[in-house]
């Protein structure tokens, strides 16, 4: 359930032009002569955020990737937002190189630190729940 | 992970100084940051449905300027050092390559930081674009502004908006035919000039995304599917919300009813009462929704197609399952075309059963719209369990139902002959021709069952050409044998190399264009270097 509602709350964020609309500069008409430059990399990223933007389309409560994992992972366990133990080592691996039959993410779609980001906050939120009677 | 000493394989001939200095110069062009060369960063540019080992077309690294400056850079040292690029936009090109290149050792030219949407045109219906912008960045811009244009998405979002176009890719809208709404363009050709087609070359156009058809050639065409440039900017247009739309699904009992299906279609199709795409769908196709093969078949081989029949009926579907949307910008004209069709089947396919859904401007859109961004698509990719890949086999046909029967038969033997579920799609993008998308859906670490992947495209690659159909569409391991196909005026080859006017036109070009060929060598054949 807890999954459930962020990833409700990741995928609104999108819908509202934060997410993966966040990455694309929008220059207006009037600007066409001199547009505006394009600085990507000052985007501000936190883990949720570079989540909606990149995982919640396969990583939400019934997405391709949810029901893939779903598959090959304990009961309960195939949301990754509900994921008990998720480690950064495995996120990073899984996102630059893939993984079953997820592709990769290039690092001008998530750029090392912002994929830190996410493993972090990833494995950050597994560890309450893990811990939790 | 970035800037590291590591190298990826160099492409034969090339002297590893010479690539070490184009490095350099990458590294000065665009900053360090975006020359990418470890082997954690080359990995992510690898083809994730490789069909077979995706080190046959692995890049030895990849290059991301941001802007058309810092590209000129980028192509000046690519030419000084003999290096090829690939050029990529948002390097999802799934199922083609991704973003991977065709001949090993090029750089992938990593265009996704030249995402601006650089205008959107609510009164003229058009967008110009840079090839960085994504369906989903697009889609939330559009939502953003309340735009009453609607944009006609390929099958998954994670692709670019120019990409999708530049490769013909296909939507789901009267607008569906992504190539033919691209209107006017700004290129780099490979000595760094920039040229903008149409009436972009009036200096202070205002018309630069209204007309396709000015004063001169029309070059928009030629940057498709191609390696003469690199396309920087694109205009394509936008629909203007309909009044209404209406979605159907026709099922056709028996196998056999395919010929009389398309020639039902197809006058539908060819007076617009069908406004957009439809697909039709095989038995296979159809058995994949919502499971996984195991369910259906372990045994060796294809699924037999008794198994198939009899897993359709039980879920009281026929051999034939057709699906398209069809559009209004007229109150109640949607109502008209829903009576012509219903009544167009009755009197020609009346075995056919039909149902319809529709909307109305101002109501709550539904999934079947196919109005919202998505990744759905991809559950196909474990048909046959994970890692799975899938690619496909997309002969171009004439909409007449004795010859997109004769093309059917083949495919779907030659298939099972493979060992592979004949997973066919046929979609009606124009009301001439079908484009056959038969897909084969592997497991990526079998490396039997990719290798009979690349036959079997090699095979239906020589037999449908005898019959004189050629392809849209192809991986980048087959572009040659796609090109391949192309042999009027073979004859006249006086190199004695026995290519078809077309592949020597195209390779003249190049030659005159890209003299170095240092832009994408091998997309869709031309300029090939492979061994």
């Given at each position: 359930m807890k999954g459930r509602l962020i990833a409700t709350v990741v995928r609104a964020l999108c819908l509202t032009g934060i997410g993966f609309g966040a990455g694309a500069g929008v220059v207006a008409a009037q600007d066409r002569a001199a547009p505006a430059p394009v600085s990507a990399a000052a985007l501000p990223r936190t883990g949720e955020q570079i989540f909606a933007a990149k995982c919640v389309f396969c990583h939400d409560a019934t997405g391709w990737g949810t029901r893939s994992l779903a598959r090959r992972t304990p009961p309960g366990q195939s949301e990754l937002l509900n994921r008990q133990v998720l480690p950064p080592a495995l996120v990073i691996h899984a996102v630059r190189r893939g993984i079953g039959s997820m592709p990769q993410f290039t690092p001008t779609e998530i750029s090392d630190e912002e994929l830190a980001i996410l493993a972090a906050w990833l494995d950050a939120r597994g560890r309450p729940a893990a811990s939790a009677p | 992970m970035t800037g590291s000493a590591a190298t990826g394989p160099l492409l034969p001939g090339l002297d590893p100084a010479a690539f070490a200095a184009a490095l350099a110069d990458f590294r000065v062009a665009v900053g360090a940051q975006w020359v990418f060369t470890s082997e954690a960063d080359r990995a992510s540019y690898l083809d994730p449905f490789a069909i077979g080992d995706p080190q046959a077309h692995a890049a030895a690294a990849a290059v991301a300027p941001a802007t058309t400056d810092e590209l000129a850079l980028v192509l000046a040292a690519a030419n000084r050092h003999g290096v090829p690029v690939w050029p990529v936009s948002m390097g999802k090109n799934l199922a083609y390559g991704t973003a991977a290149p065709a001949l090993r050792g090029s750089v992938v030219l990593d265009l996704k930081r030249m995402n601006r949407i650089l205008e959107i045109n609510e009164e003229l219906g058009y967008a110009l674009v840079e090839p960085g912008v994504s369906y989903f960045d697009f889609k939330a811009e559009l939502d953003r502004r309340g735009s009453r244009l609607w944009m006609s998405g390929a099958a998954h979002s994670w692709g670019s908006v120019m990409g999708n176009a530049l490769e013909h890719g296909v939507g789901y809208t009267p607008y569906g035919i992504h190539a033919e709404t691209i209107c006017g363009m700004e290129v780099m050709l490979a000595d760094g000039s920039l040229v903008r087609t149409g009436l972009g070359a009036i200096a202070g156009s205002r018309e630069w995304q209204v007309f396709k058809w000015p004063f001169g050639p029309n070059w928009d065409g030629l940057f498709t599917q191609s390696n003469f440039a690199v396309v920087t900017k694109m205009g394509i247009w936008l629909m203007p919300e309909p009044e209404a739309m209406a979605g159907f699904t026709i099922s056709v009992p028996a196998k056999g009813d395919l010929a009389q299906l398309v020639d039902t279609l197809r006058p539908l199709r060819l007076d617009d009462t069908i406004n957009a795409t439809y697909t039709i769908a095989n038995a296979w196709r159809q058995s994949t929704a919502g499971m996984q093969r195991a369910e259906l078949w372990q045994g060796a081989g294809a699924i037999p197609e008794e198994v198939v029949a009899r897993h359709l009926a039980s879920r009281g579907r026929g051999w034939w399952n057709v699906i398209f949307n069809v559009f209004d910008?007229?109150?109640?004209g949607i109502d008209l075309r829903i009576a012509k069709i219903r009544q167009h089947f009755a009197a020609h396919m009346p075995q056919a059963t039909i149902t319809h859904t529709s909307w109305k401007k101002g109501e709550p859109q539904q999934p079947w719209m196919r109005q919202e961004v998505s990744l759905a698509p991809f559950a196909i990719v474990d048909w046959r369990g994970s890692p799975g890949g899938h690619s496909d086999f997309g002969p171009v046909v004439a909409a007449v139902g004795e010859r997109v029967t004769q093309v059917y038969d083949l495919i779907e033997r030659r298939f099972i002959e493979h060992g592979l579920d004949p997973w066919v799609g046929m979609f009606g993008m124009g009301g001439r021709a079908l484009i056959f998308v038969a897909d084969m859906l592997y497991?990526?670490?079998?490396p039997e069952m990719t290798a009979a992947c690349q036959r079997l495209f090699r095979t239906l690659c020589r037999e449908v050409a005898e019959m004189g159909v050629g392809l849209y569409r192809a991986h980048i391991t087959f572009m040659d044998d796609a090109a391949a196909m192309h042999t009027w005026g073979a004859a006249q080859d006086t190199s004695g190399g026995g290519a078809g006017a077309l592949p020597r036109l195209n390779d003249r070009v190049k030659a005159l264009l890209d003299p170095g060929h240092?832009?994408?060598?091998?997309?869709?054949?031309?300029?090939s270097r492979r061994p």
């Open positions: - | 910008h007229v109150p109640g497991k990526r670490d079998d240092i832009l994408a060598p091998g997309k869709q054949g031309i300029g």
